[in-house]
C-alpha cells in the first residue's frame, strides 16, 4: 500500500528546527513504501529550499544538492488529473475544507486514490480527518 506524502513532512527532513518524531516516522515508512504525490509536490520543495537560500538557512549549492536527493525519492507524482481538472478539483477541495489550492491537492489525491495522508499541516490533518482521509501513524 502506498500513502500521499505532504511537502510539509518532506521539509522537516532537511531543516533541523522542523524535526519531529512523526517526520523521522514518515521516512521509515517511507523506507518500505513509496509515496504518491500531486503534481504540487515538487514546486513546493523547490520553494521551501528558494525561501531556504533567500533566507540564508542553506547556501545555494547545498540547496541544490537537497533538492537533487527529494526529487529522487520513492515519491511518484500523480498525473492520473488533466492540469484543468486537477485546478478545479483543488479549487472545490479547498472550498469545501478551507484549505488553500495547493494543500487541497494533498487531499483530494488522498480522496480519489482512498489513500492516508501523511502532513505535519495541522490544518490539513483535520480537513483529512474531517472529509474521513486515514493519516499516517507511523
Given at each position: 500500500?502506498?500513502?500521499?506524502?505532504?511537502?510539509?513532512?518532506?521539509?522537516?527532513?532537511?531543516?533541523?528546527?522542523?524535526?519531529?518524531?512523526?517526520?523521522?516516522?514518515?521516512?521509515?515508512?517511507?523506507?518500505?513504501?513509496?509515496?504518491?504525490?500531486?503534481?504540487?509536490?515538487?514546486?513546493?520543495?523547490?520553494?521551501?529550499?528558494?525561501?531556504?537560500?533567500?533566507?540564508?538557512r542553506l547556501?545555494?549549492?547545498?540547496?541544490?544538492g537537497l533538492?537533487?536527493?527529494?526529487?529522487?525519492?520513492?515519491?511518484?507524482?500523480?498525473?492520473?488529473?488533466?492540469?484543468?481538472?486537477?485546478?478545479?478539483?483543488?479549487?472545490?477541495?479547498?472550498?469545501?475544507?478551507?484549505?488553500s489550492a495547493?494543500?487541497?491537492?494533498?487531499?483530494?489525491?488522498?480522496?480519489?486514490?482512498?489513500?492516508?495522508?501523511?502532513?505535519?499541516?495541522?490544518?490539513?490533518?483535520?480537513?483529512?480527518?474531517?472529509?474521513?482521509?486515514?493519516?499516517?501513524?507511523?
Open positions: 500500500m502506498s500513502f500521499v506524502l505532504d511537502a510539509s513532512v518532506a521539509l522537516s527532513w532537511i531543516f533541523e528546527d522542523g524535526y519531529s518524531d512523526y517526520a523521522a516516522g514518515v521516512a521509515r515508512v517511507l523506507d518500505e513504501q513509496p509515496a504518491l504525490a500531486p503534481i504540487v509536490w515538487p514546486l513546493e520543495m523547490a520553494n521551501g529550499l528558494l525561501i531556504a537560500v533567500r533566507r540564508q547556501q545555494e549549492n547545498e540547496a541544490r533538492l537533487s536527493t527529494v526529487l529522487r525519492l520513492r515519491i511518484e507524482i500523480d498525473t492520473g488529473l488533466s492540469l484543468d481538472t486537477a485546478g478545479w478539483s483543488s479549487f472545490t477541495v479547498g472550498l469545501d475544507h478551507r484549505l495547493y494543500d487541497a491537492s494533498y487531499l483530494e489525491l488522498a480522496l480519489r486514490r482512498g489513500l492516508p495522508l501523511a502532513t505535519q499541516d495541522r490544518r490539513l490533518a483535520d480537513a483529512a480527518v474531517e472529509a474521513g482521509v486515514e493519516l499516517v501513524q507511523p
